[in-house]
């Protein structure tokens, strides 16, 4: 076995994958922010947002690994300075999705959505990962249980490469499948009403935030 290889502790490494994949994989905020973007708009900006999205998670989880979790745990308010910023985001994201939708459906008819372009969508996922606290909870559980207490650098690239590949994969799948043609089409066709309905989930979700 190469000295990398024995400098690498897979096992702390499986925990990690085994539990990541199940919580990228549950549908929340990110979820529908990339729905969204590859339905309504091109699939070269639904990638974008995916760029967001993992370069966030990619953050969290070298946050997590460092032990920057104990910061939250030490100081209650810098949590809730979080959670209330994120919830206000999504709140404000979801409701922004609800107006354009009532603008969209007084526009001429086959008008192409306008999105911003590839920073704009890039920047919406960043800002829609970064601003869950939820993302910061996750990451806190699933390092400190499966991080060893003194993480070899090897260790801390390969976590961040299951990280990278997991997210990537699979939020990638979600930016390809949806904004295949025939799913944007009938996404055209009923702009308004998914639009309004994906702005509805997300205020939900920024309400729940705020609650919990």
């Known amino acids: 076995m190469s ?3 024995q400098a690498i502790d897979w096992s702390a490494v499986l925990a990690v994958l085994s539990v990541y994949v199940t919580g990228v994989i549950i549908p929340g905020p990110n979820f529908v922010a990339v729905l969204h973007k590859a339905a309504s708009a091109s699939r070269a900006e639904a990638l974008a947002v995916v760029a967001g999205i993992v370069i966030v998670n990619l953050f969290w989880a ?3 690994i460092l032990g920057v979790g104990i910061v939250f745990a030490a100081f209650p308010w810098v949590a809730l300075a979080v959670k209330i910023a994120g919830a206000g985001y999504l709140l404000w994201f979801g409701a922004r999705l609800i107006g354009k939708a009532s603008a969209r459906a007084r526009a001429e008819p086959g008008r192409q959505p306008q999105d911003g372009g ?20 996750f990451f806190a ?36 499948a949806m904004s295949h043609g025939g799913v944007a089409a009938r996404y055209r066709k009923s702009t308004a ?12 979700l920024g309400i729940r935030q705020l609650l919990r």
């Open 3 to 5: 000295a990398l290889g």
């Open 62 to 64: 070298g946050c997590a």
């Open 118 to 137: 590839l920073r704009a969508s890039f920047v919406q996922g960043f800002l829609t990962n970064i601003a869950n606290p939820k993302s910061v909870a």
């Open 141 to 176: 559980a699933v390092f400190a249980s499966a991080t060893p207490a003194h993480v070899s650098w090897p260790t801390f690239a390969a976590m961040l490469c299951v990280v990278l590949v997991v997210a990537g994969s699979w939020y990638s799948f979600l930016a390809l």
């Open 193 to 204: 009403l998914v639009d309004r309905l994906c702005g509805s989930l997300i205020v939900f």
